[in-house]
């Protein structure tokens, strides 16, 4: 997802893998389409990838593909639902089994709609501000 973004206009993008042989993969597929200056790998989990960024940056798009278990995914959104790295108008799409619900609500994060295809969904969420309405409408 990250390199169909960057080869269409995103000015940047940072892919956060665990996995070794998937960060070569990245890296190598940067590279092959002209994308590695725009591209930036981080080898390890989410939170401690966070905690590797610089400060001051900030995402306007976050697209969430964790090992397929609940309590992975559950804890993906918790830990980007108090991120200081999500910009004001932040969309964060999360990628996950139909047989798991995400919370409709966790930190600064609303869900605004899911999508199924078959047996994976994709929840979108949006960052809502603090005391403002976090109803259905916006995504």
Known sequence: MG???LSR???RCFFIEAGRPAVSAILRN???CGLDSR???LLGSLPAALSRLPRGEYFDLVFVDPPYGERES???VAILGTSAFLAPECRVILEHR???TPPPVSGRLTMRRSVRYGDTVLSFFAV???GADRGKDGV
Do not use: H, Y
């Open 3 to 5: 390199i169909e973004a």
């Open 39 to 41: 591209g930036r790998v």
């Open 9 to 11: 206009g995103a000015a």
């Open 98 to 100: 139909k047989s798991w």
């Open 74 to 76: 559950g804890r993906m």
């Open 128 to 130: 809502v501000p603090e």
């Open 30 to 32: 940067l590279k092959e």
